[in-house]
């Protein structure tokens, strides 16, 4: 049983371009939520995304968006990167019901790097 | 004031030893509360869901305090593979996820 995956693992991204971030949840699993974590800080919350709409924002401007599909698989967008947009990306993934709701499980994250 | 507050640490402690956490919390409509621990470069993994009546797993007991707003990690016969970063994790709205900045544990042999 695969757990939660993502990918590119590392990107390098230069001031002002977009970039594309993919995860897969786990199986069973049809909520994806999205962190930034900068380093030595814990994770913070970007958004969530159940049955294909954004349902909960944390304090990211509108240049972050996302996208979840049938299968449940979701997409983080940045569009025009800054330097401080550099960080490392967490997808993570959650049932929506039952005794584990609200237990999310993170896949290994995307490394962002903007230049 | 931040939404989750942790002390930072470190906390440096022996192997056998007895160490706790505590993570405080300002909204007092969250509903949802956990521990998760993070190794140096890697994803964090959930450790334990925390309840008010305390839950324990092995040499791991959480414990939620409503009335105070903070919630407590113990952990017993600590080993040196316990050491990692400990994120203490609470949801209100329904969905919003408040991690909060870590509590760095190292432990010696």
């Known amino acids: 049983d695969a757990g939660v995956t993502q990918s590119p693992t590392h990107l390098i991204k230069t001031r002002g371009q977009q970039v594309t971030l993919r995860c897969s949840p786990k199986?069973?699993?049809?909520?994806v939520s999205w962190y930034q974590q900068a380093l030595g800080q814990g994770p913070q919350f970007i958004f969530q995304y159940y049955e294909e709409e954004e349902r909960q924002r944390g304090n990211f401007p509108d240049r972050f968006s996302g996208h979840q599909f049938p299968n449940y698989s979701s997409e983080l967008n940045v569009n025009a990167l800054l330097l401080g947009d550099s960080a490392l990306y967490l997808c993570?993934?959650?049932?929506?019901?039952?005794?584990?709701?609200?237990?999310?499980?993170f896949g290994p994250g995307t490394r962002l790097t903007v230049l | 004031r931040k939404e989750v507050e942790q002390d930072p640490g470190p906390f440096n402690v022996p192997e056998g030893a007895t160490v706790a956490f505590n993570c405080t919390y300002s909204n007092s409509a969250s509903q949802s509360f956990f521990w998760y621990r993070q190794d140096c470069r890697k994803e964090p993994k959930l450790l334990m869901s925390v309840y008010s009546s305390g839950n324990e797993d092995g040499r791991f007991t959480a414990q939620l305090n409503r009335a105070s707003q903070y919630i407590s990690l113990l952990i017993r016969d600590s080993k040196l593979s316990d050491s990692a970063t400990y994120l203490c994790?609470?949801?209100?709205?329904?969905?919003?996820?408040?991690f909060g900045a870590g509590t760095r544990l190292f432990v010696k042999a």
């Open positions: 199986s069973g699993h049809d909520t």
């Open positions: 993570a993934s959650s049932p929506n019901r039952g005794a584990s709701y609200n237990e999310q499980f």
């Open positions: 994790v609470v949801i209100h709205g329904g969905f919003k996820t408040i």
